[in-house]
């Protein structure tokens, strides 16, 4: 019987875990600062842009690292694969976005950690989740929902076409993991890994921003340039961070953390917009914190 490789089931280290929970707070300031331009640049608009100069970015920084960037290192199909996913990913939340409200987008799309931990059995049959771990994350998907409460039925038809964008959205962001971590790009830079996803999807936003018709009106204040500037640096760089741990570690334990990602969201939110905290959020927290202990302990 083959030896699973350690990367396929390694709990996350100390450090580690103060830096995806960094990234979960970047990613979570990311959300208001979409909302604050998204008046002046519509969102696929915005998603173009900030790919296209986080493109300049990865390449600034292979460039100080002297990393290459067109050898042939046998990850063109996968690249494509993973880029693909990533752009779709964007075209389905933004424009989803529009067909249902953002809390019901926000549960649907944090159904990705799921879709990782089950991928996962058939990619790294190493890694898979003990009752622990299932029910850490369960735990952290109910801090969700006291956060954001639980979602009625589906309104109209649009709004269930909404809900099924996210959910694609959802299964595509966690698709894009498993490729990463399966693939021959687990053997490459991840400012590489970023490239090639950054490279596909900026045509894919800015033609789906084409056929629907979004477009720019009048010169963006400096808030809202602000906040594409902002966007960009969290593309560029934590997302490179973020590639590089999900080579290094289990990919399902490392997903579990994202569900801090919205928590962090409603924090900015109240502290960027100026929106209500509830006395909610503290359970949720504490369910979320709670969850992660538990998925990472050893089984």
Known sequence: MSQVPASHTRPLDAASMLLVVFLCLTWGFNQPAIKLAIHEVPPLIQCAIRSSLGTLIVLGLMRLRGLPVWNADGTLAAGLAAGGLFGFEFLLIYRGLLYTTASRAVLFIYLAP??????????????????????GLLMAF????????????????????????????????????????????????????????????????????????????AMPSA??????????????????????????FSASRLSAFTFLTPLFGVAAGHLVLGEPLTAAFALAVALVTAGLILVNRPR
């Not at 996210?166 to 687990?186: E, F, G, N, P």
């Not at 590489?192 to 018709?213: E, H, N, R």
């Not at 602000?226 to 593309?235: E, F, H, K, M, R």
């Open 114 to 135: 799921f879709f990782v931990v089950l991928g996962a059995r058939w990619f790294f049959p190493g890694d898979r989740f003990g009752v622990k771990q299932w029910l």
């Open 142 to 217: 109910v801090g969700m929902l006291v956060a954001f409460g639980v979602p009625a039925p589906a309104a109209s038809p649009d709004q269930l076409l909404g809900d099924l964008m996210m959910a694609a959205a959802a299964a595509a962001w966690a698709a894009t993991t498993l490729v990463i971590k399966a693939s021959s790009l687990s053997r490459v830079s991840p400012e590489k890994m970023l490239l090639y996803q950054l490279v596909i999807c900026v045509p894919i936003v800015t033609f789906g921003a084409l056929v629907f018709g979004e477009r720019i009106v």
């Open 223 to 248: 808030v809202a340039l602000g906040s594409l500037a902002y966007q960009t640096v969290v593309v560029g760089i934590t997302f490179s961070l973020w590639f590089a741990l999900i080579v290094k």
